[in-house]
């Protein structure tokens, strides 16, 4: 894939990002942050600049047309539209203007029915497992919890606290292996692991966390869903780890390293925050959630080289099968 490609690409995948028409301050700014972060880190190498890209898509220089019409062969629009998917359903359910700029997208790249169709089950199916464990639809009321960095009592729990660390690294070690996979699955899958990672934190403290909940305490410590997803799959685009540009598992392992570190440490990150938060009776304030997220993450990415042949081992052994029942809760 060509520069030209690549940056139409993820400049549909800045369109789909935008698609929902909700994206509220805190997500914009982090769309920004990770253009600029995906310019410095292999972007400007391979020429490519996203923080102009991010503005076209801004202020409309680019269309859905215009970037479709770079996108010249089977592979690169299937990629393209499979990214646009994997935003649009970060969150767990398509709006309707979501669904209106897919149809729209659909029809640019010339996707037959049948392949839009097999791209969208396997977004659906990810996404809407992991929501479907948490509880209660995306748009549902907060029945059990409040805004994260608002407080509130903490129940009575008897918590393990040696299997809860195990649980958030390995969680951690799977997601960091999802990076190394060259199929599409695997990326769209991280997200919704990260979901349930915080949902059983959250019900071992005794809290009975919904859909809702769970989004606003990743967007409270700035890991919006549709932009932590676009900076995954852009990371991996740039680096070559999707489809036959990946050669192989060895190929994605030489060239998946930022990635891999990038996914298993904003894990345990999140993993030990969610400890944190929910084990001191959501009692954190807005600022102190985002300023112990960032405190935790430098430390989780030098710890993630330690498990570096754990993680190339569990890649090894992954399927989507395996990930969908870990999503469900039906493996470890």
Do not use: C
């Not at 729209?104 to 809407?128: C, K, P």
């Not at 685009?237 to 994605?252: C, E, N, P, Q, S």
Request: glycine share 12%.
């Amino acid at each position: 894939m060509n520069v030209e490609q690549q940056r139409a690409t993820l400049a549909i995948a800045l369109m789909s990002a935008f698609a929902d028409g909700g994206k509220d301050g805190r997500e914009r700014d982090a769309l920004e942050r990770i253009a600029a972060r995906l310019t410095g880190e292999g972007g400007s190498a391979a020429g490519l600049d996203m923080q102009g890209l991010y503005q076209d898509v801004i202020f409309h220089r680019v269309t859905v047309e215009s970037a479709a019409a770079a996108l010249d062969d089977e592979e690169s629009r299937r990629l393209a539209y499979e990214m646009a998917v994997g935003v649009a359903n970060a969150d767990g359910a398509q709006n309707e203007r979501e669904r209106a700029f897919l149809t729209q997208l659909r029809g640019a790249l010339q996707l037959s029915d049948a392949d839009a169709t097999a791209i969208e089950a396997d977004a659906v199916n990810i996404a809407g497992a992991a929501w479907a464990a948490a509880g209660a639809p995306a748009d549902a009321a907060l029945l059990h919890s409040p805004p994260p960095g608002q407080g509130g009592s903490a129940p009575t729990a008897n918590v393990d606290r040696t299997e809860l660390d195990k649980s958030i690294l390995n969680a951690s070690i799977l997601n960091g292996a999802l990076e190394l996979l060259p199929q599409s699955w695997a990326t769209m899958a991280i997200i919704p692991l990260q979901t349930r990672m915080v949902y059983r934190i959250g019900k071992a403290y005794g809290y009975e966390l919904d859909s809702g909940h769970i989004k606003e305490f990743l967007a409270t410590v700035g890991v919006g869903l549709a932009s932590q997803y676009l900076e995954q799959a852009g990371r991996r685009l740039i680096g070559g780890l999707f489809g036959k540009l990946a050669g192989g598992l060895v190929g994605g392992i030489a060239r998946g390293a930022t990635g891999m570190a990038f996914s298993f440490a904003t894990t345990y990150a999140l993993g030990q925050l969610a400890v944190r938060y929910y084990g001191g009776g959501r009692s954190m304030s807005t600022d102190v959630l985002k300023q112990t997220f960032d405190d935790l993450l430098a430390p989780a990415k030098e710890m993630q080289a330690r498990y570096v042949p754990q993680i190339q081992e569990k890649a090894r052994g992954l399927n989507v099968g395996s990930v969908m029942d870990m999503i469900k809760g039906n493996r470890v």
